[in-house]
């Protein structure tokens, strides 16, 4: 009675036995839980499956005991994570499971934070790499891409685009795309500020985020697919650079911790940006200087070639007035 643990006896699917620390932890009064319901009642329905077959297992005597985690979920709806340990016994002539459950919800959590954080450092590195590639910009940012599609605590449909401003001020560019349709291609291959949601973001240069095709979303066409978006403005000094825009599944709800994430992947797509278009002016340049002494150096040998011919000639008229 006084475990700091949960301890449980289940018995035909239902709980025979529960104590304090076991109601506590899924938010119910023991005498709710006696009798009443079962595990199939505190666990997460897609990990339900598991779980019935480890009850399995213990009651038909195939196993004795088992050790595993599950996600439960309590009476206010919360899910919350749990260590359960097992073994088959018998309760009143006739077999039963009985064991002891531990809420490791906050471990669990810590441990899916620090995965998260080694998966956004992981993302930050490898686009970090991209733009020490010597290749053109529109493949460092298809390469970029893909990686930002790949992450997994995201919610992001296989669809994605970034767009540069290029000569115009205020007109974005499709630059690099994975998974648009050719409508989508023809229809957003150039977009001015302020039209739809990648022309609002680098319009008001704050992140526009729709949950479904809202009235914001001005570039349709016959058959689109219903979808979310995270439309992110990517900025250098307050100057709009370009739009990082993500598909997401309809009815998606941004999170404080995404937009946080994305304002790291959009500050290193800038530093992208502008390397390549820095290393691009000092190619320009070089060039352009390289030319220049080359064509300084043409007008040196033929100064220098007149200069011969004058000095050849004034010997020549030399040697005639001597003679």
């Known amino acids: 009675e006084e475990s700091l643990v949960g301890i449980y006896l289940i018995q035909d699917g239902v709980f025979k036995y529960a104590n304090p620390r076991l109601s506590k932890i899924f938010g119910y ?14 666990t997460l329905p897609e990990d339900w499956p ?31 994570y749990v260590e359960v340990y097992g073994t088959r016994t018998v309760y009143k002539e006739r077999p039963a499971v009985i064991g002891t459950l531990l809420d490791i919800t906050e471990r669990k ?10 998966q956004i450092q992981n993302v930050l590195d490898s686009l970090l790499h991209i733009s020490l590639e010597e290749i053109p910009l529109e493949e460092q940012l298809e390469k970029s891409l893909d990686i930002i599609l790949s992450v997994p605590f995201l919610p992001l449909m296989p669809k994605g685009g970034i767009f540069v401003v290029e000569d115009k001020p205020d007109v974005l560019i499709l630059t690099a795309n994975r998974g648009f349709s050719v409508p989508i291609q023809e229809i957003c291959a150039r977009v001015p500020f302020g039209r739809c949601l990648c022309g609002r973001a680098a319009a008001s240069k704050q992140i526009q985020f729709a949950d479904c095709l809202d009235e ?9 697919t219903p979808h ?96």
């Not at 959590?109 to 080694?118: E, G, Q, T, V």
């Open 29 to 42: 009064a023991v005498e709710d839980l006696i009798d009443k319901k079962g595990p199939k009642d505190l």
């Open 216 to 224: 914001r979303h001005e570039n349709r066409y016959d058959g689109i």
């Open 109 to 118: 959590r810590a441990d899916d934070r620090l995965k998260k954080s080694y």
């Open 50 to 80: 598991i779980v019935e077959e480890n009850l399995r297992k213990r009651i038909s005597g195939e196993v004795e005991s088992i050790h595993y985690d599950f996600r439960g979920i309590a009476k206010n709806k919360e899910t919350i």
């Open 228 to 323: 979310g978006h995270y439309n992110v403005p990517i900025l250098s000094m307050g100057k709009v650079l370009g739009v990082l825009v993500l598909y997401l599944q309809e009815g998606h709800q941004q999170k404080k911790s995404e937009i946080e994430f994305l304002q790291a992947v959009v500050n290193t797509l800038a530093g992208i940006i502008e390397r390549k278009r820095l290393e691009d002016a000092l190619q320009k340049f070089n060039e352009e200087l390289m030319e220049k002494v080359k064509e300084r150096t043409r007008e040196l040998g033929d100064a220098n070639l007149r200069l011969e011919v004058l000095n050849i000639e004034y010997r020549m008229k030399k040697e005639e007035a001597e003679e």
